[in-house]
């Protein structure tokens, strides 16, 4: 049996072994932090052997259409529309918006989105939404046509005639599908596909006046100018008191040598509408025209291709 002294020698023996070793190195704590941007790379950790890989934080997708809101209890739908009566387009289309933070997968919501925001004038939206509506109804041409009038308006004509040409595939026999593509085609000067597009709208709808009056200067852009004489006639006869069309006619007229008759037209056309400017320009020139032979210096620029037909 041990003495206590003998216990007590080997107890101060062991605690000096121990303190004369090194001791450990103790990693330092590393206090933890909010990430707030997206990481993607590898961090390497000294004391803790392999690298670690650290994921990707995903940041939240953003809503271009929708406003977020705190009272989803709140019909913002029906204050939309009730804003919408009284006049307040940007009301209207501020609380529709936040109607599509609620439901963002409803047509009846993205369908008064769009509309307000092109009453808006914000065509961005409008096609964005337009696009929505479509992907969501992939049996109607018309969201896409929408979308397409909206490009047109933000001067995305690529856009616009892809939009167009997919409409076509929707309803073949929607007259606005080829008319909307015409349009976009002309403005990316795609003569021939534009020709074609407006002669299909005027084969489906013969007497459908802004078509004939799009082939006709369709027609004196790409110089076809006896075809735009009989193509705008027809669209004068159709539409009658539309100045832009009376004007056209003159422009093609005019380049035939029917230099009377252009000046009817010019005249006419000035009669509808006293400010129209191009029209004043136009009746002027051909009133210096004093020599038959006398070429007439007109070109395309003094005609006019009048915008798609609004949503209702």
């Known amino acids: 049996?041990?003495?206590?002294?003998?216990?007590?020698?080997?107890?101060?023996?062991?605690?000096?072994?121990?303190?004369?070793?090194?001791?450990?190195?103790?990693?330092?704590?590393?206090?933890?932090?909010?990430i707030t941007q997206p990481v993607a790379r590898t961090v390497e950790l000294r004391d803790a052997g392999a690298p670690i890989s650290i994921a990707p934080v995903e940041a939240a997708p953003i809503d271009a259409l929708a406003i977020a809101t705190d009272s989803p209890n709140v019909d913002h739908l029906g204050r939309a529309r009730q804003l919408s009566g009284e006049g307040d387009v940007k009301g209207a289309l501020l609380e529709a918006r936040r109607a599509l933070f609620i439901t963002p997968s409803d047509v009846e919501t993205l369908t008064l989105v769009a509309k307000l925001s092109r009453r808006a004038g914000q065509a961005g939206l409008a096609s964005e939404a337009w696009g929505r509506v479509a992907a969501l109804s992939p049996d109607d041409a018309l969201p896409l046509i929408s979308q397409a009038r909206a490009l047109i308006q933000q001067k995305d004509y690529a856009g616009a005639v892809r939009s167009g040409r997919e409409a076509i595939k929707r309803d073949s026999g929607n007259v606005e599908s080829?008319?909307?593509?015409?349009?976009?085609?002309?403005?990316?000067?795609?003569?021939?596909?534009?020709?074609?597009?407006?002669?299909?709208?005027?084969e489906l709808e013969p007497n459908h006046g802004w078509a004939l009056n799009n082939l006709g200067f369709a027609c004196l852009r790409a110089n076809q100018n006896e075809r735009a004489v009989i193509v705008l006639e027809h669209a004068a006869d159709v539409l009658p008191n539309v100045a832009y069309v009376q004007n056209n006619l003159g422009v093609a007229l005019e380049r035939v040598g029917r230099g009377d008759e252009a000046k009817a037209a010019?005249?006419?056309?000035?009669?509808?509408?006293?400010?129209?400017?191009?029209?004043?320009?136009?009746?002027?020139?051909?009133?210096?025209?004093?020599?038959?032979?006398?070429?007439?210096?007109?070109?395309?620029?003094m005609s006019d291709?009048?915008?798609?037909?609004?949503?209702?």
């Open 178 to 202: 080829f008319q909307v593509t015409g349009i976009a085609q002309l403005a990316l000067n795609e003569l021939n596909g534009a020709i074609a597009s407006f002669e299909k709208a005027v």
């Open 266 to 301: 010019y005249q006419h056309a000035m009669d509808l509408s006293p400010k129209y400017v191009k029209a004043r320009i136009n009746a002027a020139r051909v009133a210096k025209v004093t020599q038959p032979q006398e070429e007439p210096q007109v070109d395309d620029t």
């Open 305 to 312: 291709l009048p915008h798609p037909m609004p949503e209702p």
């Open 1 to 34: 049996m041990s003495s206590p002294k003998k216990i007590l020698a080997a107890a101060l023996a062991a605690l000096s072994i121990t303190a004369c070793q090194d001791p450990k190195p103790v990693p330092p704590v590393i206090p933890s932090k909010v």
